[in-house]
């Protein structure tokens, strides 16, 4: 079991900048791919960026490549999101997720912890 919490949203201007944060506790932290998804209202939860359990690794959305960045701390148990350039379609609640078994990358079927989400709003 993986517990992880969310921080770091909040209601920011298009064109600031947001960091989020997602520390782990539980089982060995080094032992995932860790990802983040997002959810807006009536939307389906989409990918948006994941990151390889030795930082070597990095894959992106199409929507936030070149403006997004994911890296993790193994030492301190943290996956980290830097959202640069935000606009308002990047509003949603944003989780971080687990990925121990073999699964999907892009989907959240693929992975088996998440946290409880926090919401990131972008006004223009």
């Known amino acids: 079991q993986v517990q992880l919490v969310e921080s770091g949203g909040g209601l920011v201007q298009a064109g600031e900048s947001l960091r989020l944060s997602c520390a782990a506790s539980g089982r060995t932290f080094s032992s995932y791919t860790m990802g983040w998804f997002r959810q807006a209202p009536g939307k389906e939860r989409d990918f948006v960026s994941a990151?390889?359990?030795?930082?070597?690794?990095?894959y992106y959305a199409d929507s936030v490549k070149g403006r997004f960045t994911i890296s993790r701390d193994n030492a301190k148990n943290t996956v980290y999101l830097q959202m640069n350039s935000l606009k308002p379609e990047d509003t949603a609640v944003y989780y971080c997720?687990?990925?121990?078994?073999?699964?999907?990358?892009?989907?959240?079927?693929?992975?088996?912890?998440w946290g409880q989400g926090t919401q990131v709003t972008v006004s223009s």
């Open positions: 997720a687990a990925r121990s078994q073999i699964g999907a990358l892009y989907s959240p079927s693929g992975y088996d912890y």
């Open positions: 990151v390889s359990r030795s930082d070597r690794s990095t």
